[in-house]
């Protein structure tokens, strides 16, 4: 009578255990309690193997640097794939988001988006003080604070037709004010809007929708000229690091490729903890059947709140690290798209496994940086020649409808097929 | 006098007067008068012209005024001229045009009355068409008074109603008199008549003719015998700082003192090796310090005197100032004001109508966009993220159409059925090819036609450019339906709204009419079932699915035609549908009206509340609908019961 | 004896239809209670409204010792009160092991951060393991649970229900699709429960409710029709006209 209600949400048992990567299930309680207890990462024998990849290949891509001085990665293909290691950590969030927990969002790039607003308000505030200092130092009166912020007001609202400085700029000379912003804003976001979401019993196809929906209203709101961020020219220069200005940009690439590695690190540690042992367990039941963990007593909307919320911090952290190497942030990169094209990696990836995340997006984001870059060969057909910065999408499309149709684990399901036989 | 002259005027033209005086004639006796002519004397002359009513009178006054006319020396004869080489003149005759002799220049004098004179002149020329025989003339004359109004008008037009024998023409002067002495009557109590008569009126002329008149300006001090609009006390707050240090400064009320930048500047100048007013420079990057500075400076004359600030704000706290009417009567602004006020009463209603007529058809476009969706999504649960570009589909097929079909009544009436059918056709192929392997995995139907959404977008890019490509409507749909100045709609919205009527009475009909409709609503409501019962669901699956993208494509061309068709108009409409769908409840044709409905009037409620910020009222509607879920978080029409299946 | 859970005169419809008809129930704190009913008789809705997944429109539900009322509070509220649930059809979390889905039953704190942070302990551990000796899947431990088979299935569903440790077991048709040797050990099972909390089973088959040897209840058309012995019911003349439908 009531069995419609319950169904799996999420086809069943289509997905793996997923700990973290392919390490046998070990969560729960050890037998009989007399196991002693083994250090996390000896019970994750994939979480060490990742972070020893992660650590070869930065220790590759430095050494090929130019900032090392052999100089065979370029400056900008260093700062792709700075970038590029920022995008696997969004996707890890939304690995975990959709992957673990069955919330399919479409708004973690609003969080990403925001991450970078956050930093790229100080950059942009304190590099344009000292431009403005600079050019008012020849001025016959030394300039008082009043005058430095009406010249930065007009040097960055200028654009908008403004020259009064928002009040959500208050804290943007301080640079720890904003690094706590970068986590405070998205993160209150998205405890405010999950609050609402969840509480209301939005799931499914309903929340996707929902999600999207807020997306569209924060980047059509950031489209605005009196947003107070400089509407859809956005923040940009943000690849000059106030008080830096002599150190080269080779320099600062290798410095922000690896931080984002170093946040990669510590945020695939952080998934590997929480998706597996109890709370991991929780909230794959979540994914499976929310009703059936409601009336283990589990308080189910906590659960997504918190997954939603940690997700949005991780998101948003990546975005920190994101736009300062790429230079510009405008309202268009949070639009409803882009956060579909992360589900896009995530499920190429293969979703449900924190690895299948990073592969996704390294792998998607550079072919699509190589397709739509223009290094790919054309295809002459003979009567067409298929270019592929016109047809990369189509391409990318088709193959999205294939791999949900015919691998719905994504690559890393062909990975773990591989793994175990071998 | 001027009304002496124009019952002369009147007289001539009912031809009660016969006297063969040729017009040379008749200039030849005034000849003094109209070589010098001058405001005193021209209106003898012209009586004279207009008694006598000879052939070419119109025209000889039009070219005198405009100094065409050249007189002859020898004889003082009057003519017009034509020259080739501004040295040799051709004379013609000011009766006929017709060529008479040539002349040199130096043997000429040519006429140039002066402004007075003119204006003189260029009111006859009014009495003239006014009351020209021809009344499509008259209805000219009306329409370029209307177009630019003059007190020369006034007169002539008020005396031109009594002989008009066309109502419609005759009904058109009373207004425009009523129009011109709202501006130009010196009688008071008439002008508040004709003020009065236009309560309620919604024509822009009216509003155009009221405003002057309640034109003010703010003065400082309160004027005696001035018509006050009201006064203004700067400790009330009624006036701002700038403007009223501007006025009573302005007025010698208060000593005008030098502003921010002025100091600085005067520092600057005043900078004498590396010290300003006994402050070093280094010291002078705080406000107070360069305060001190000009103090400094101040006290030794070297800078004008400068009191801080609070000084003014004391000052002006006394003061008052007025808002004045720069016209005289107090009666008149009174009625004035009264009459726009109820002007702009009716305004505000008709522009609330007109609100709900924008609102209705963004409704319907939102309903055509949306119903596809909703069909899709209540049958089988899924969302097709491609609707969008089956809307784009159909827009495409409406535009390939017409590069075939000139003819743009033809071409729609091809392009509706073809658009149909073709999206049909792509809708049952992604059924058929991708989503029925998905149906119990609905958050990756979302992603897969996620996936068949770019793709096609991309295509219509690669084949179609990125350009806008026109659909254009046939003729019938140009242009809109006035009701009056304020509330007019688009034959093509209106066109939009009939559309959406029809198929929303056409699903229904099948819903709840046909045998199809019943096997939907039976797979709805529980697909084990139904398909126990004998029906085949995966055909009720397709059919459904094909409709639904079939009305998209319909959809896209209603849309294309006042809309640009480009690869990504699929896109500006998918939230919004998805909206409607979420908002109206799902699996039910009332519930996307309704839905399409809410959506639409809010969105163009907030858009009048925000009239300049299209983004922030969409940003608005998108919240009020999060907030909305929050409190049915199934739409307005919900399923009930278990069969809701939360 | 004081009752553990009141229900009393408790109404529900759907778009008009009464599934509860001003319905009364109350049950011990160590008592085996059988429900039976023809179908639609509102047995599932009964037990949705104990649960909290259904509203009532109107009536009392009343429970545990400090009297308090179930209407107001959220599913996971009620679950954490101690009232376990049983689905109809077997509902584990097939895609994880056997022991993850005890533990997560496990009675423990329910917070997001307890969770994350729950460290693994020899008490715990001595639990589940008494758990599983006892639903006798002890060598299951460590399959997944989707590929256990039906009857292993409906036992794990009703470990998970004694690992919440709960006051009021409410078991929907536990013995559907099982072997006869299963159901004897899943009645071993519920009347060993019962010994110590109240258990409500909800059954079709009169076999295996005879086997329960307890107090029977018959719900028809959402309202109680008879209540006593299975003999009592059964030779009740109006139980025997539902059943048969006459």
């Known amino acids: 009578m009531s069995s419609s209600s319950f169904r799996p949400k999420y086809g069943g048992g289509e997905l793996p255990a997923g700990q973290g990567g392919a390490a046998p299930p070990s969560s729960g309680d050890a037998k009989g309690g007399a196991t002693p207890r083994q250090p996390f990462i000896a019970r994750h024998p994939s979480v060490l193997i990742f972070l020893v990849m992660l650590a070869a290949f930065t220790l590759g891509v430095t050494v090929l640097s130019e900032a090392f001085g052999t100089a065979i990665l370029s400056t900008s293909f260093i700062k792709t794939l700075g970038k590029t290691l920022c995008l696997c950590l969004i996707a890890i969030a939304m690995d975990l988001v959709w992957g673990y927990c069955g919330i399919l969002s479409l708004g973690h790039f609003a969080f990403f988006g925001l991450g970078g607003y956050m930093i790229g308000m100080w950059l942009m505030y304190e590099r344009t003080k000292d431009i403005v200092t600079n050019s008012l130092a020849n001025a016959p009166l030394p300039p008082t604070p009043d005058e430095i912020r009406d010249a930065i007001g007009t040097q960055i609202f200028g654009v908008v037709g403004g020259a009064e400085i928002p009040i959500i700029w208050y804290f943007a000379d301080s640079l720890v004010a904003q690094l706590a912003l970068v986590v405070i804003v998205p993160g209150i976001l998205a405890l405010v809007f999950g609050w609402l979401a969840f509480r209301s019993r939005v799931t499914g196809v309903y929340l996707s929708i929902l999600t999207q929906a807020m997306t569209l209203a924060l980047s059509l709101y950031l489209f605005q000229n009196d947003s107070g961020l400089r509407g859809n020219n956005g923040l940009s220069g943000l690849q000059n690091i106030p008080g830096l200005t002599d150190v080269p940009q080779s320099i600062i690439s290798m410095w922000f490729f690896w931080a984002s590695a170093l946040a990669l690190a510590f945020g695939y540690l952080l998934a590997a903890f929480v998706t597996s042992g109890k709370f991991g367990s929780v909230i794959r039941g979540i994914r499976d059947d929310e009703a059936r963990v409601r009336f283990l007593g589990y308080n189910v909307e906590a659960y997504k709140l918190v997954v939603f919320a940690l997700t949005a911090i991780i998101a948003a952290i990546a975005g920190a690290l994101y736009y300062p190497q790429a230079g510009i942030i405008n309202p268009a990169e949070i639009a409803p798209i882009a956060s579909i094209y992360l589900a896009v990696w995530v499920a190429i990836g293969g979703r449900g496994r924190i690895y299948g995340a990073v592969i996704g997006a390294a792998f998607v984001s550079l072919l699509s940086s190589w397709f739509t870059g223009g290094g790919a060969p054309n295809i002459n057909l003979g009567f067409y020649v298929i270019q592929w910065t016109d047809w990369w999408l189509v391409l990318l499309g088709i193959s999205f409808v294939l791999v949900t149709l015919l691998a719905p684990q994504g690559i890393g399901g062909l990975f773990d097929k591989l793994v175990r036989k071998s | 006098m001027m009304f002496r002259v124009l019952a002369v005027l009147w007289l001539a033209l009912c031809g009660s007067f016969v006297q063969a005086l040729s017009l040379q004639e008749v200039l030849q006796a005034n000849q003094a008068a109209v070589e010098k002519a001058s405001r005193k004397t021209v209106d003898a002359v012209l009586s004279d012209l207009v008694t006598a009513a000879a052939p070419g009178t119109q025209t000889f006054i039009e070219k005198w005024a405009d100094r065409d006319v050249w007189m002859r020396k020898e004889d003082k004869l009057f003519f017009f001229v034509e020259t080739d080489d501004k040295k040799t003149y051709t004379l013609l005759d000011i009766e006929t045009g017709a060529p008479i002799s040539e002349a040199q220049k130096r043997d000429l004098k040519q006429l140039k009355p002066n402004s007075g004179v003119r204006s003189v002149l260029a009111s006859y020329l009014v009495q003239f068409k006014l009351m020209d025989p021809e009344p499509r003339r008259r209805a000219q004359a009306l329409q370029s008074i209307e177009r630019d109004p003059d007190e020369s008008h006034y007169a002539p037009l008020k005396a031109s109603i009594e002989a008009e024998d066309y109502p419609a023409l005759k009904e058109r002067k009373e207004r425009l008199v009523r129009l011109l002495a709202i501006r130009f009557e010196p009688d008071e109590a008439t002008r508040i008549a004709a003020i009065e008569s236009f309560r309620g009126n919604l024509s822009v002329e009216a509003r155009a003719a009221l405003n002057p008149i309640v034109e003010t300006q703010t003065v400082f001090g309160v004027p005696e015998n001035a018509n006050i609009a009201r006064i203004l006390r700067y400790d009330q707050g009624d006036i701002d700082q700038t403007t009223a240090l501007r006025l009573a400064s302005a007025a010698g009320a208060i000593m005008p003192q030098p502003s921010l930048p002025e100091r600085k500047a005067a520092l600057e100048a005043n900078i004498v090796d590396g010290v300003v007013g006994g402050v070093p420079l280094h010291q002078l990057d705080r406000q107070a310090a360069r305060d001190a500075a000009y103090e400094a400076l101040a006290k030794a004359g070297a800078v004008p005197d400068w009191q801080a600030a609070q000084s003014e704000q004391d000052a002006l706290a006394e003061m008052e100032f007025a808002v004045v009417y720069t016209e005289p009567s107090a009666a008149v602004t009174e009625a004035a004001e009264a009459t726009l006020a109820s002007i702009n009463q009716s305004v505000g209603l008709y522009q609330a109508l007109d609100l709900g007529l924008d609102a209705l058809s963004l409704a319907s476009i939102f309903f055509l966009a949306a119903i596809g969706l909703a069909i899709t999504f209540g049958v089988m649960g899924v969302i097709n993220m491609a609707h969008g570009e089956f809307i784009m589909m159909g827009a495409y097929t409406g535009y390939v159409v017409q590069l075939f079909v000139p003819n743009y009544t033809a071409s729609l009436l091809i392009a509706l059925p073809l658009a149909f059918a073709v999206t049909f056709g792509a809708g049952v192929a992604m059924e058929r090819l991708v989503i029925r392997w998905l149906y119990d995995r609905p958050l990756e139907t979302l992603l897969a036609t996620f996936g068949i959404s770019i793709a096609l977008q991309q295509i219509a890019k690669n084949i179609f450019g990125t350009q806008a490509r026109p659909l254009t409507a046939p003729g019938w749909l140009d242009g809109a339906w006035v009701m009056n100045d304020i509330v007019s709609i688009s034959y093509i919205r209106i066109a939009i709204f009939v559309l959406g009527v029809v198929f929303f009475c056409l699903l229904l009909f099948i819903l709840k009419r046909t045998r199809l409709g019943l096997e939907v609503r039976a797979v709805t409501q529980n697909p084990r079932m139904a398909s126990s019962m004998g029906i085949n669901p995966d055909r009720i699956n397709m059919l459904t699915f094909g409709i639904g993208s079939g009305i998209a494509g319909i959809a896209g061309v209603a849309i294309g035609l006042y809309a640009k068709v480009t690869s990504e108009m699929g896109s500006d409409y998918i939230v919004q549908s998805f909206m409607t769908v979420v908002v109206g409840g799902v699996g039910n044709i009332w519930g996307t009206l309704l839905g399409a409905g809410l959506i639409g009037s809010l969105q163009k409620g907030i858009e009048w509340l925000n009239p300049s910020n299209t983004l922030a009222a969409q940003t608005y509607m998108i919240l009020f609908i999060i907030l909305f879920i929050q409190f049915r978080p199934r739409g307005i029409i919900a399923l009930k019961g278990r069969a809701a299946g939360d | ?246």
């Open chain 3, 1 to 246: 004896m004081s009752m553990l859970l009141e229900v009393s005169g408790v109404s529900v419809s759907f778009d008009g239809f009464k599934a509860i008809n001003n319905l009364s129930f109350q049950i011990g704190k160590a008592e085996l209670r059988a429900i039976i009913g023809p179908n639609g008789a509102g047995k599932t809705t009964f037990m949705d409204i104990i649960t909290g997944k259904t509203r009532p429109d109107e009536g009392r539900v009343i429970y545990g010792d400090r009297s308090v009322s179930l209407l107001k509070m959220s599913e996971s509220r009620i679950a954490q009160a101690g009232i376990g649930r049983k689905f109809q059809r077997p509902t584990v979390f097939e895609a994880q092991t056997v022991r993850e889905n005890l533990s997560m039953a496990l009675r423990n704190k329910r917070g997001p951060f307890d969770v994350l942070m729950y460290k693994r302990n020899a008490e715990g551990a001595a639990r589940l393991e008494a758990i599983a000796e006892e639903i006798g899947l002890t060598d299951q431990l460590i399959r997944q649970a989707g590929e256990l088979s039906h009857g292993q299935k409906q036992w794990l569903e009703i470990g998970m229900l004694l690992a919440q440790d709960p006051r009021l077991l409410l078991v929907d048709e536990p013995a559907a699709g099982m072997t006869p040797e299963e159901r004897e050990h899943t009645t071993e099972i519920l009347t060993n429960a019962a010994k110590t909390r109240a258990v409500v089973v909800v059954e079709h088959d009169m076999e295996f409710i005879r086997r329960l040897d307890c107090k029977v209840t018959v719900l028809h058309e959402g309202a109680v029709l008879a209540e006593g012995s299975l003999d009592h019911v059964t030779s009740n003349p109006e139980v025997i006209d539902v059943y048969l439908g006459r």
